[in-house]
């Protein structure tokens, strides 16, 4: 009995399923929340350690060079991960090309926008600014 594919030719010869993307689209979802782990661990445990801490120790700590750069490999991990999943949902359960493009480009966006504020924010305080 032969067993028979959805696959074309094409696509049996590379490997790749209809999207063309998925596998990379799996692993750096499984990436990203693999970094992710250790940076929420180190943020709560941050959190913990400052908690009754005033604005000003709060800002001192994120002004370090250690604190800022893991918060900033926080953010961009973060979003680069909510980008994904939402990415999925959206190309899951919208319908309509016309609808389904223009969430996949605001979810771009506002990713992009939010890690844009904090990365900012962040540097702000490492400068001094």
Sequence with gaps: MSEQSLKTPLGRVR?????????QHWWLQRLTA????PLCIWLVASLVSLSGAGWREVAD?????????????LLVALLWHLKLGLQVVI??????????????????FFCIVLAGAGILSVLRLLIGG
């Design 91 to 108: 190309e899951d359960y919208m319908h309509g090309e016309a609808a389904k493009l223009t969430l996949l480009v605001l979810n771009t």
């Design 61 to 73: 700590w994120l002004s370090s060079p250690l604190s800022a750069l893991a918060m900033i490999l």
């Design 15 to 23: 490997g790749l399923g209809s999207a063309k993307d998925g596998t």
């Design 34 to 37: 693999i970094a992710l782990a």
